[in-house]
């Protein structure tokens, strides 16, 4: 327990200490979406009778930013780690691969969190009004993060260069998570589109999260949640495996 | 008393690098042991396999008779190693490094061995500097500090004088030397073969993935009978039926290869026949360099 904590501590002192590039930068950059967004399509478009565009769109920026976040810091930390070396002050002592994965997995969630709060915070300037079911929100936030968390342990263990990681990063991530309705309802899609969203699994952590919101969702909670679920003890059981078995971490 | 390190039939290959080729080794409690071989020869492979960086193809590798695959956790708390590379973490300073590190190993509370160790390492000011700002011989000494924290009872080092200076190459073998009289058994591999020469009671040498030799420090110079010769002599100068064993000549002093001491009658009998005097001799014994580059020529041309 003591080895899992300390690499936990470890992984956040790791982020907290640049947490103006790993918390306040993402802040900064989900703001300005959100102004430049809000400004140009605010007077045209309601997606739920009744809700707003800025308010549809601020939940949606925020679980964006948490997932986004979530991968960096599991992927960033360990693709530094391998690229200098100093990943062998993780490999040489007894941690089991649990707590290997706890430990990665746990630091980027609390990585995802936080920006996420910091946009929530920053998001105020436009007097949101506060979440309906707050509970449906953060279990949609946990599972996100986490199933975010488990892709950069993946990548991270994987890639064996930064532009490796870049390319997991703007092949698979970033189009996921733009094309998964942070910026739009599916019904406003043409059909065929409306129905390649449905396989993204991003899709389903945004629509419930933004459930958490206003109450209002694109499909039912309970089978975003059974999805994301799923997504997200099926990942983990994969990244513990490859750990296990010392996937390009133990030749 | 168990083994401090049990290595048997082990095998490793890097696609069609066959870098370990069937390594037995035994390696007793309390011994100060050196790896030694020409690069390539796989000595950091077999410390990665007994750090668990690296997983054997074939054959078994025990620290205190623990498998270090089966049972990971019991070998790596026996087992410090020491990496070849400097590598650091640049978000710490060293006392977080060495805080963080024993925390990976189960451990709170440890401020007063971590004290020690800096004391020891010549560290103390530096505790609460950044690793980024610490020199490349601070760096290794941090290293050595991080490999020791849980005060593992064997203790590997790959390479540790490498690029190093003289100050800290002192403070590092006296470091080490004593752990060795506490009893940690210590296991190196080291370029500068007079360090083995003057530290370690056993030697194995590795070439291609093989052991070639493995003996006590003491026997391998024994078994060793080729010795210097050097003369100097009056000018008739050197007889030329003893050209052939001629190694070099400095002015008047010739350099000759002595292929056992039984030949030395032999040689001043030739001398005395031919008139000239001999008006210096000494004898220069061998090192364990002349063995190491024997060993290594002789297995090269089988």
């Given amino acids: 327990m003591i080895g899992f904590s300390t690499l936990f501590y470890k992984e956040l002192l790791r982020f907290w200490k640049v947490s103006f590039q790993t918390v306040l930068a993402p802040v900064l950059t989900t703001l300005l979406y959100l102004l430049i967004f809000s400004y140009v399509l605010s007077k045209r478009i309601e997606v739920y009778p009744g809700v707003s565009y800025t308010a549809f769109l601020i939940p949606g920026l925020v679980m964006m930013s948490m997932l986004q976040n979530s991968f960096a810091n599991s992927s960033s930390s360990l693709i530094q780690s391998k690229v200098t070396g100093n990943i062998v002050f993780v490999l040489l002592p007894p941690l089991s691969a649990m707590d290997f994965f706890g430990a990665y997995l746990a630091a980027s969630v609390v990585r995802g969190f936080m920006v996420g709060l910091g946009v929530l915070l920053v998001a105020q300037i436009y007097a949101l009004t506060p979440p309906v079911h707050i509970f449906w929100a953060i279990v949609f936030g946990l599972f996100g993060c986490g199933i975010l968390g488990c892709l950069g342990i993946i990548a991270g263990v994987w890639a064996e260069k930064f532009d490796q990681l870049a390319a997991f990063q703007n092949f698979i991530i970033v189009p996921l998570s733009f094309l998964s309705g942070v910026f739009y309802s599916i019904h406003s899609l043409p059909p065929f589109w409306r129905q390649m969203s449905r396989f993204n699994p991003f899709f389903y952590m945004i629509d419930g999260f933004r459930y958490g919101f206003f109450g209002l969702s694109d499909v039912a909670p309970q089978q975003s949640l059974l999805i994301v679920a799923a997504s997200f003890l099926g990942l983990s059981a994969l990244t513990i495996g490859l750990i296990h078995r010392g996937y390009k971490l133990r030749g | ?302």
Avoid at chain 2, 219 to 248: K, M, Q, T
Wanted: a negative charge; one cysteine or more.
């Fill in chain 2, 1 to 302: 008393m168990t083994t401090a390190i049990e290595i048997s039939g082990v095998h490793k290959h890097f696609g069609s690098l066959h870098a370990l080729r069937g390594l037995d080794l035994t390696i007793e409690q309390g011994e100060f042991f050196a790896l030694l071989g020409p690069n390539g020869a796989g000595k950091s492979t077999l410390i990665s396999l007994l750090a668990g960086l690296l997983r054997p193809d074939q054959g078994y590798l025990r620290v205190l008779g623990h498998d270090v695959v089966r049972d990971y956790r019991l070998a790596r708390r026996s087992l410090g190693v020491v990496p070849q590379e400097i590598v650091y973490d640049p978000f710490f300073t060293v006392r977080e490094t060495l805080l963080i590190q024993s925390g990976y190993y189960g451990l709170r509370h440890n401020d007063a061995w971590i004290n020690t160790l800096l004391e020891r390492l010549d560290l103390s000011d530096k505790a609460d500097v950044n690793m980024r700002a610490l020199s490349g011989g601070m760096k290794r000494r941090v290293l050595v500090a991080q490999a020791l924290v849980h005060r593992p009872e064997v203790i590997v080092l790959d390479e540790p004088t490498a690029g190093v200076d003289v100050e800290l190459r002192q403070t590092l073998w006296a470091f080490i030397q004593n752990l060795n009289s506490q009893g940690h058994t210590i296991v190196l591999t080291t370029h500068y073969l007079e360090e083995a020469q003057e530290f370690c009671q056993r030697i194995a040498m590795l070439k291609q993935g093989q052991i070639v030799a493995l003996d006590t420090t003491q026997n391998l110079l024994a078994s060793f009978e080729r010795r210097e010769l050097r003369l100097a002599l009056d000018s008739a100068g050197l007889p030329e039926s003893l050209r052939p064993l001629l190694r070099r000549s400095i002015g008047s002093t010739h350099i000759l290869d002595l292929p056992s001491l039984g030949c030395l009658e032999e040689i001043l009998g030739i001398i005395r026949q031919s008139g000239a005097q001999i008006e210096d001799l000494s004898l220069v014994e061998p090192d364990l360099e002349d063995i190491f580059v024997s060993i290594m020529s002789e297995q090269a041309s089988v």
